[in-house]
């Protein structure tokens, strides 16, 4: 979020520091009309050339943060998908404890949930 708002003041301040400059040439050139025209359209070339590189700079690293971001998701989904498969294993386990009888030739008995024993008392 900072990068975002120091590369606005940075367009911002671009911006207005060509134009003051743009007006500054103009009202103190000591060429004639022809020349100072010449000079402006060349800034001009400048700073459309310089804005279009700023612009090509903020895609790249739009590009790379985005590039990041996937990455790092899918690194995240991995890391899911493998506890969630820990998970599941675990829980086969449990099952299958649960399913084994004991000693007395009983399977083991569900475990009453808080809900039914309120209701009964």
Do not use: C
Not at 78 to 105: H, N, W
């Amino acid at each position: 979020m900072s990068d975002r708002d120091e590369f606005g003041a940075f367009l911002v301040g671009f911006i207005v520091g060509g134009l003051t400059g743009a007006v500054a040439a103009l009202l103190f050139a000591p060429q004639s009309g022809e020349e100072t025209r010449t000079l402006l359209k060349e800034r001009g070339i400048e700073i459309r050339d310089k804005a279009a590189q700023s612009a090509e700079e903020a895609v790249a690293r739009a590009e790379a943060a985005a590039a990041e971001a996937r990455a790092r998701a899918d690194e995240l989904a991995k890391e899911l998908q493998a506890r969630g498969q820990e998970v599941v294993e675990r829980s086969k386990e449990v099952v299958a404890v649960a399913k084994k009888p004991r000693k007395s030739g009983k399977a083991a008995k569900p475990a009453k949930s808080d809900k039914s024993s309120t209701a009964e008392a």
